[in-house]
């Protein structure tokens, strides 16, 4: 009931086939089963993420850039969340996807757009508006980006639907108080859904590193540093299962009532 994580914090910059062939050789070098990657896998310039940049740079879903990662996962008979600037029709969304052995196993785009502290994520990509629970060995997966850490809502959402592990990939912006932000946010998501989160942040010169795995009593299992680097731990089930008899906070729940005071409030929004 265990399973075999990597974190691969990195940075990547504006070039697209060097982000490619980055994440590949870490693929390549690494043992672990699921292998994690940031936010903005293909990449930011020196000047910042611009509209432009990502719409030079996205692609659909069978681009190069997600076959070639997707190729690898079955090369490696292994599993591999990533990120990437999906282009489908006339909209671009920021998206994790989940690919295992070869076959793309879900897709997430980002709901919660970053629109705070001076960026306007909203005027590069389009929003998702599905949350996506996926399968994985023994786990039940929930796929979130980044800023969707704010909305406890969505964690819950996947809560209810059988989530014991959340998988976040991130590029948090570096910033007074965001890693203390960071910390508080992800322990909480974990601790309050008792679950593990595991959030893979990009590093310098925009984000903070410290990608972090957090058990489901809050706990921070591993928190690396603000340099380039990779981590590998087990996770075990087991410890979702003995955690959720001590605190059964999801079986206490009770989403009827809180639906009564939500649909009181959507004529205010």
Known sequence: MSLSIALHQLSFGEDKRGNLYKILSHLENSTQYLNIFPEYCMGVPLTGLTRNFVQENAEPIDGEFVSKVVSKSRERENAIVFTTYLREGG??????????????????????????????????????????????EDFVLGLAICFDL????????????????????????????????????????????????????????????????????GVIVKELGEEESCVSLQVDLREVVDARKVIPSIALSKPKLYMRFYDSLLGKF
């Open 91 to 136: 909209e671009v969304y920021n998206a994790a996807i989940l690919a295992e052995k070869g076959r793309v196993e879900a897709v997430y785009k980002k709901i919660h757009l970053f629109d705070a502290f001076g960026y306007k994520e909203s005027e590069i990509f389009s929003p998702g508006e599905d949350i996506v629970v996926v399968g994985l």
């Open 150 to 217: 704010r909305f406890p809502e969505i964690f819950r959402a996947m809560a209810y639907k059988g989530v014991n592990m959340f998988i976040v990939p991130s590029g948090w912006y570096r910033g007074k108080y965001k890693v203390e932000q960071w910390k508080a946010l992800t322990t909480s998501r974990a601790h309050e859904n008792v679950s593990f989160l595991v959030a893979v942040d990009q590093t310098s010169p925009f984000f903070i590193g410290h990608s972090i795995i957090v058990s489901p009593y």
